[in-house]
């Protein structure tokens, strides 16, 4: 089994990412985001978003009750079916879950995070949380039953309660679970890239003591991502591919290795996948 995230861009070949997982000859599980529905959206609403930095130089949006209403709209709702549509077009039979159906993915709400506000340091808190656990017998019954699972946020908190989360935690709390063979990441960008303004600056392989020196001096959303992949490689991903999601193959190339591959094996970084 692969685990597929989607990225929640625009530009995602979404029908050429369907084509290669009908293709796949092992079963796949889908994670997606919605970022660009959800601020299309927001903008129909008249509705603005509020970003955050914590203290650790992380940026987030706060998870406001306006904040998951659009959850529950645009991923939940529109890009999960467009995602399940594309897919049973393919003939790939998927079903769309949000992490509160059958508390597919249980959280933990945060207690509170830390935000710099100018010169000062304060308290938020809002509905987010963190994913802590993952309903694996409804996995393995949809798996066993030839069905592809497409999942997203929200997830449920100790109560039921819809909260947000990243959905990169998501994926590393499936990987940790189910123990993926591989595991791709489809962007809209050639991969990792050493200038995020140069698309030729694709780096190829990174190994995972690579990734964390990255991580180290990287900054803003950048940082977050390069933590979750990290996360990832220590949940036992054998390999991780972030990958161009806009080519008319986008699964097939990523599982070609192209893109960046990232493992903790140096030796099966520096060859690829």
Do not use: C
Request: aromatic letters at 2%; a neutral charge.
């Amino acid at each position: 089994m692969i685990i597929v995230k989607i990225g929640g861009g625009a530009a995602i070949n979404l029908d050429g990412v369907a084509r290669d997982l009908a293709a796949l000859p092992s079963p796949a599980l889908v994670v997606h985001g919605a970022n660009a529905a959800r601020d299309a959206l927001a903008a129909a609403l008249g509705r603005t978003k509020t970003v955050v930095t914590s203290v650790s130089g992380y940026d987030s949006v706060l998870s406001d009750d306006a904040a998951v209403e659009l959850l529950f709209m645009a991923y939940a709702g529109l890009r999960n079916k467009q995602v399940v549509e594309a897919l049973q077009r393919a003939g790939v039979n998927a079903v769309g879950l949000s992490g509160i159906d059958g508390r597919v993915v249980q959280g933990r709400r945060t207690s509170g995070f830390r935000v710099r506000d100018g010169e000062r340091v304060r308290i938020v808190r809002d509905r987010s949380g963190k994913p802590v656990s993952v309903n694996r017998e409804l996995l393995a019954t949809l798996l066993a039953g030839g069905y592809t699972p497409v999942l997203t946020v929200p997830i449920a908190d100790e109560t039921g309660a819809a909260i947000n989360s990243e959905n990169d935690d998501v994926v590393a709390l499936l990987q940790h679970s189910l123990g993926a063979e591989a595991v791709v990441q489809l962007i809209e960008a050639p991969g990792i890239l050493r200038d995020r303004d140069d698309p030729g600056s694709l780096v190829t392989r990174l190994s995972a003591g690579e990734l964390s020196a990255w991580e180290e001096t990287a900054v803003g959303r950048f940082r977050r991502k390069l933590h979750a992949i990290r996360r990832l490689i220590e949940a036992g991903a054998p390999w991780v591919v972030v990958a161009d999601g806009r080519t008319e193959h986008p699964l097939a190339d990523a599982l070609r290795g192209a893109g960046t591959v990232i493992s903790a094996d140096p030796v099966r970084a520096a060859v690829g996948a």
